[in-house]
């Protein structure tokens, strides 16, 4: 008997070493917050009825793009981008990145309305919900104010973390404006 239960015991614990059962499952779960939360910021937002606000945005494209501005956003599109490196005011013709344009939602300034960020966590957890990996959500105005989504593989050895496996920004300095 205490044979069985040390090689039941071994087998335990190199599956969890090999495979890490134990952060799949963690991370399933935080998907299912961001799938129950996600309904709730966006009635939130809704509710306030703001069209017209400025935030700073900082995200990491993963080679592709690294957005830093901040954004004007009036009746609900993106009117003035200023980036932060270095600090200048963007014309819409520079608001995507040329070699990638609309293909990459971080690489384009004009995706960014809040109602467009809710629109991406939405598609990608219908479409490719094991992709998110970090979702919060403003407690004053319910907008996404961290999103960070990538490949899920797991950690364990057999499966080792992935470095340059996401995308993410993070909204800081919201302001709504006067119409």
């Known amino acids: 008997m205490t044979i069985l239960l040390s090689s039941v015991l071994l087998i335990v614990?190199?599956?969890?070493?090999?495979?890490?059962?134990?952060?799949?499952a963690r991370h399933t779960l935080k998907v299912a917050?961001?799938?129950?939360?996600?309904?709730?910021?966006?009635?939130?937002?809704?509710?306030?009825?703001?069209?017209?606000?400025?935030?700073?945005?900082?995200?990491?494209?993963?080679?592709?793009?690294?957005?830093?501005?901040?954004?004007?956003?009036?009746e609900g599109v993106v009117v003035k981008v200023e980036t932060k490196d270095p600090v200048a005011i963007?014309?819409?013709?520079?608001?995507?990145?040329?070699?990638?344009?609309?293909?990459?939602f971080l690489c384009s300034y004009s995706h960014y309305t809040m109602p467009q960020i809710f629109d991406l966590v939405d598609i990608t957890l219908r479409n490719f919900p094991s992709s998110i990996m970090q979702a919060e959500f403003d407690p004053l105005?319910?907008?996404?104010?961290?999103?960070k989504f990538g490949i899920y593989v797991g950690y364990g050895l057999a499966r080792p973390r992935l470095n340059d496996c996401c995308n993410e920004f993070q909204i800081s300095k919201f302001q709504p404006l006067s119409p």
């Open 13 to 24: 614990i190199l599956i969890q070493v090999l495979y890490d059962p134990i952060a799949s």
């Open 33 to 74: 917050s961001v799938r129950a939360e996600l309904p709730r910021a966006r009635a939130q937002w809704d509710a306030l009825g703001i069209k017209n606000y400025t935030f700073e945005i900082q995200g990491d494209g993963r080679s592709i793009c690294r957005p830093y501005a901040t954004i004007e956003v009036r």
């Open 90 to 104: 963007l014309s819409p013709e520079y608001w995507a990145d040329p070699s990638w344009g609309e293909e990459v």
């Open 141 to 147: 105005y319910g907008f996404v104010s961290h999103f």
